[in-house]
């Protein structure tokens, strides 16, 4: 299939809620990023937080760039003048005893506070299992927490004559090859029109391959 042969297409092709995108990933063979492309269901993508094991980007009381936990500690000190710490689990240990009431309301303070001034980063992505650890393929980066705000990056295939030559190839090779069918889980490694498709790792979803 040649991609003039798809011209006129691109608003009749039936993509059957796939998109193909396309994103840089760490290659352990040259130990650089190379661009690799993934054919998924649209609607597997969720706006999540954006949040690694060190808080790398946040503004928050766990985040190792952020004066939260200070600045929250100080308001708790003008509002109830009581001087404590805030510890990882978000948890006010005061520096003398106080009554239950007062931590209750201590905590519902600390809640409130956090809603209105963490910074936490938001993508649109799609997580997976791949066998061994839990990964996602972004779809979308924001300029900051609220999406409505503007898309900062995407990576959908931009052509969308090629996009859908990919998606042809491959439900043409769904409908041909009896063992790989369209509700299966595994799309298997075959090859035809110069496209390859794959299962990626070990990932039993239902809805994922990789294009090579």
């Known amino acids: 299939m040649k991609k003039n042969e ?19 990933e760490y290659d352990e063979n040259s130990s650089h ?14 706006v999540i937080d954006d949040i690694d094991s060190d808080h ?34 978000g948890d006010f240990i005061p ?8 931590k209750t309301k201590i905590t519902e303070f600390i809640e409130k506070w956090e809603k209105e001034n963490f910074y936490i980063p938001k993508i649109k992505a799609y997580e997976y299992f791949n066998g061994s650890n839990w990964t996602k393929i972004v779809l979308e980066e924001y300029y900051n927490d609220n999406p409505e705000e503007g898309v900062e990056t995407t990576i959908r295939l931009e052509d969308e004559e090629l996009e859908n030559e990919i998606l042809k190839v491959f439900f043409d090779k769904l409908k041909k ?29 239902y809805w994922i391959a990789k294009v090579e």
């Open 33 to 46: 990023l190379k661009n690799v492309t993934y054919i998924v269901k649209e609607d597997l993508f969720e």
């Open 56 to 89: 790398n980007g946040c503004w928050d009381f766990l985040s190792p760039d952020s004066d939260a936990r200070e600045q929250c500690q100080d308001e708790i000190q003008k509002e109830f003048g009581i001087e404590g710490k805030i510890d990882d689990d």
């Open 177 to 205: 090859d009896e063992e790989i069918q369209e509700e299966t889980n595994y799309f298997g490694s075959i090859d035809e029109e110069g496209y390859n498709f794959k299962k990626p790792f070990l990932t039993t979803d």
């Open 6 to 24: 798809l011209k006129g297409q691109a608003e009749t092709f039936n993509k059957r809620g796939f998109i193909v995108i396309e994103q840089k």
């Open 95 to 102: 520096e003398t005893n106080i009554s239950e009431e007062i």
